[in-house]
Protein backbone atom coordinates (compact mmCIF):
# COMPACT_ATOMS: atom_id res chain seq x y z
CA UNK A 1 0.00 0.00 0.00
CA UNK A 2 1.44 3.17 -0.77
CA UNK A 3 2.13 6.03 1.95
CA UNK A 4 -0.66 8.43 -0.15
CA UNK A 5 -3.02 5.50 0.56
CA UNK A 6 -2.68 4.85 3.67
CA UNK A 7 -2.79 8.75 4.75
CA UNK A 8 -6.21 8.50 2.69
CA UNK A 9 -7.17 5.72 5.06
CA UNK A 10 -6.06 7.54 8.22
CA UNK A 11 -7.66 10.52 7.56
CA UNK A 12 -11.07 9.02 6.78
CA UNK A 13 -11.77 6.11 9.29
CA UNK A 14 -11.92 8.57 12.01
CA UNK A 15 -14.37 10.79 10.08
CA UNK A 16 -16.34 7.72 8.64
CA UNK A 17 -16.71 6.15 12.27
CA UNK A 18 -17.62 9.45 13.22
CA UNK A 19 -20.54 10.03 10.56
CA UNK A 20 -22.14 6.66 11.62
CA UNK A 21 -21.57 7.34 15.58
CA UNK A 22 -23.98 10.95 14.93
CA UNK A 23 -26.37 8.79 13.71
CA UNK A 24 -27.00 6.40 16.69
CA UNK A 25 -28.77 7.42 19.88
CA UNK A 26 -27.30 6.76 23.67
CA UNK A 27 -31.26 5.69 24.76
CA UNK A 28 -32.09 2.69 22.67
CA UNK A 29 -36.06 2.82 23.86
CA UNK A 30 -36.05 6.67 23.21
CA UNK A 31 -37.94 6.25 19.79
CA UNK A 32 -40.35 3.17 20.66
CA UNK A 33 -41.18 5.54 23.70
CA UNK A 34 -42.07 8.41 21.56
CA UNK A 35 -43.86 6.07 18.99
CA UNK A 36 -46.24 4.35 21.43
CA UNK A 37 -47.36 7.56 22.63
CA UNK A 38 -49.54 8.32 19.36
CA UNK A 39 -50.86 6.27 16.67
CA UNK A 40 -49.12 6.32 13.57
CA UNK A 41 -51.03 9.30 11.57
CA UNK A 42 -52.15 11.13 13.93
CA UNK A 43 -52.41 14.85 14.17
CA UNK A 44 -52.14 17.55 17.63
CA UNK A 45 -55.20 19.24 18.33
CA UNK A 46 -55.51 22.33 16.87
CA UNK A 47 -57.65 25.24 18.30
CA UNK A 48 -58.97 28.09 16.32
CA UNK A 49 -57.82 31.56 16.88
CA UNK A 50 -60.23 33.40 18.24
CA UNK A 51 -59.25 36.48 16.71
CA UNK A 52 -60.12 34.69 13.05
CA UNK A 53 -62.85 33.04 14.16
CA UNK A 54 -64.59 36.83 14.75
CA UNK A 55 -63.11 37.85 11.27
CA UNK A 56 -65.46 34.97 9.62
CA UNK A 57 -69.10 35.51 8.08
CA UNK A 58 -72.48 34.85 9.71
CA UNK A 59 -72.96 31.11 7.93
CA UNK A 60 -69.33 29.70 7.80
CA UNK A 61 -69.28 30.05 11.72
CA UNK A 62 -72.72 28.60 12.04
CA UNK A 63 -71.38 25.51 9.63
CA UNK A 64 -68.06 25.07 11.37
CA UNK A 65 -66.34 24.21 8.91
CA UNK A 66 -63.92 26.40 6.77
CA UNK A 67 -63.25 24.31 3.26
CA UNK A 68 -60.31 25.17 1.33
CA UNK A 69 -58.88 24.02 -2.55
CA UNK A 70 -55.83 24.74 -4.32
CA UNK A 71 -54.49 24.15 -7.57
CA UNK A 72 -52.06 21.67 -7.56
CA UNK A 73 -50.72 21.98 -11.45
CA UNK A 74 -48.36 24.58 -10.26
CA UNK A 75 -44.73 23.67 -9.28
CA UNK A 76 -43.79 23.11 -6.64
CA UNK A 77 -47.11 21.00 -5.87
CA UNK A 78 -46.59 19.59 -9.35
CA UNK A 79 -43.35 17.43 -8.67
CA UNK A 80 -43.71 14.13 -8.59
CA UNK A 81 -40.63 11.62 -7.11
CA UNK A 82 -40.61 8.49 -9.13
Known sequence: MSVRRRVCVAAL???LLLSAAACGSS??????DAAAGAP?????E???DPAAVKL???????RGTLTMAADLHYPP????DT
Open 40 to 44: AGSLP
Open 13 to 15: APA
Open 56 to 62: LPADIKA
Open 27 to 32: DPGATA
Open 77 to 80: TSFL
Open 46 to 48: VQP
